[in-house]
Structure formats: structure tokens, C-alpha cells
């Protein structure tokens, strides 16, 4: 049974970098894409970007710019830099697996931005 | 960019009844790439439908999915106490994966 597990530090400061890392157990981490999503407190998912162990990378154009995702596959590991936070990025954030559509997903974790 | 807009914003019915969720996208789209998600309070999303009609693993089959082009519904046959939820569509388009703003479907 696939695990994703979502890790990081829950609270960063405005303009600073938001890094992410999510833990894959009980699958085969290199068949899959693996996507970032994020949902602010009481509104709906978007979707941030996704990656694969061969180095592939898609984002949100609107989050490009601030964006890098990278895979691990020695840690069957998958992270998240979202550079120059602002209060707006103030969401739970999720790791799922797929490219297409995203099958299997992480419980979440909340991070706030705030000093 | 494909737009999903999510009709109506909020359902409110009894247990037993079927529920009707609407996705409309802005163009037509290929429904090989339209998928629903259920998410209850403090939870994470739960993948429920794909291809726009396929039922994923262990789905209850009250639930189906159907439409092509801009029009996608989602059907709950016969609602079930654990059935309310917020319901999402979403769509994969030029390497890009895009939802609607969801549906909510509470108890009357």
C-alpha cells in the first residue's frame, strides 16, 4: 500500500523559501510523476507542479517563477522550493502521486507565513 | 487556459437522494484527462473518478461519472451519510493540471 508523507517546517517568514519534502514508502517510486497541490484554509486545491526521476518538471505558470521541484529516487523522495513566500502562500500542502490525475495522496502539511 | 467551473456551489440533500455535481470547462476538452476528487473535512482528496467515467479502485459504484466536451457530471446514485463532502474536477491540458472551485454537498 503506497505511503506519501509530507515533512517540513510549518511556519516561514515572508520573502523567505518554503522547502518541502515528501517520503514515498511502498511503491515504485521511479514509474510514477509525482505533483505538489496546495489548498489555503477554506478555499479549493491548485496545483503547483510535478516531477519525475528523469528529471521532467511541469508547473503552474502562475507559480513558475518561484518554483523548483526535484526527485530523489535514492530516498524515494520528492521536494518542493517555493522561493519568496508572502502571506498568499499560507495553505496545506500535499504530495500525490500522477501525472494526469493524482491517485494517491499525502495526508498534508500546513504551512503559515508570517513573521 | 482551461477554466473549470463547478455548478452548483452548494447541494444540500437528504440521505437516499441522488446528487447531480456539474463541471463546465471553458473549451472543450478531451475527457481521456477529467477526473473527480472527494475530500471531507480534514482530509486529504480522494481520487473517485477518471477518464471521465472510470470508477478508480475500491469506488463505490453509486458514484459514476459521465460527459464529453465542456459538460462532466458526477452522480451519486443514493447518497450515503459518509457522501457529504466537497467534490472537485480536474483536468490535465498541456502539461498542466487545473480544478474547479468544487462543489459542496451537505446535508439538508
Known amino acids: 500500500q503506497v505511503q506519501l508523507q509530507e515533512s517540513g517546517p510549518g511556519l516561514v517568514k515572508p520573502s523567505e523559501t518554503l522547502s518541502l519534502t515528501c517520503t514515498v514508502s511502498?511503491?515504485?517510486?521511479?514509474?510514477?510523476?509525482w505533483s505538489w497541490i496546495r489548498q489555503p484554509p477554506g478555499k479549493g486545491l491548485e496545483w503547483i507542479g510535478c516531477?519525475?526521476?528523469?528529471?521532467?518538471?511541469n508547473f503552474n505558470a502562475s507559480l513558475e517563477s518561484r518554483v523548483t521541484i526535484s526527485v530523489d529516487t535514492s530516498k524515494n523522495q520528492v521536494s518542493l522550493k517555493l522561493t519568496s513566500v508572502t502571506a498568499a502562500d499560507t495553505a496545506m500542502y500535499y504530495c500525490a502521486r500522477g501525472q494526469y490525475q493524482l491517485q494517491r495522496w499525502g495526508q498534508g502539511t500546513l504551512v503559515t507565513v508570517s513573521s | 487556459e482551461i477554466v473549470l467551473t463547478q455548478s452548483p456551489g452548494t447541494l444540500s440533500l437528504s440521505p437516499g437522494e441522488r446528487a447531480t455535481l456539474s463541471c463546465r470547462a471553458s473549451q472543450s476538452v478531451s475527457s481521456s484527462y477529467l477526473a473527480w476528487y472527494q475530500q471531507k473535512p480534514g482530509q486529504a482528496p480522494r481520487f473517485l473518478i477518471y477518464?471521465?467515467?472510470s470508477r478508480a479502485t475500491g469506488i463505490p459504484d453509486r458514484f459514476s461519472g459521465s460527459g464529453s466536451g465542456t459538460d462532466f457530471t458526477l452522480t451519486i446514485s443514493r447518497l450515503e451519510p459518509e457522501d457529504f463532502a466537497v467534490y472537485y474536477c480536474q483536468h490535465y491540458g498541456s502539461s498542466r493540471l487545473t480544478f474547479g472551485g468544487g462543489t459542496k454537498v451537505e446535508i439538508k
Open positions: 511502498g511503491d515504485s517510486f521511479s514509474s510514477y510523476y
Open positions: 477518464g471521465a467515467s
Open positions: 516531477g519525475h526521476y528523469s528529471g521532467s518538471t
